[in-house]
């Protein structure tokens, strides 16, 4: 289970930064209109 590390607000957007220690790398999730979009930040 990935460990969150911060939350941000962007209206109807939410933005999740998360640490995955599974593979050491930082990611951030995406939430728009239903939609997810993961993006890796830095491996």
């Known amino acids: 289970m990935p460990k969150r590390t911060k939350n941000r607000e962007y209206g109807i957007q939410t933005v999740i930064l998360f640490y995955d220690e599974g ?21």
């Open 23 to 43: 593979k050491n790398a930082l990611h951030e999730w995406s939430y728009k209109e239903g939609v997810v979009t993961t993006e890796l930040i830095s491996g």
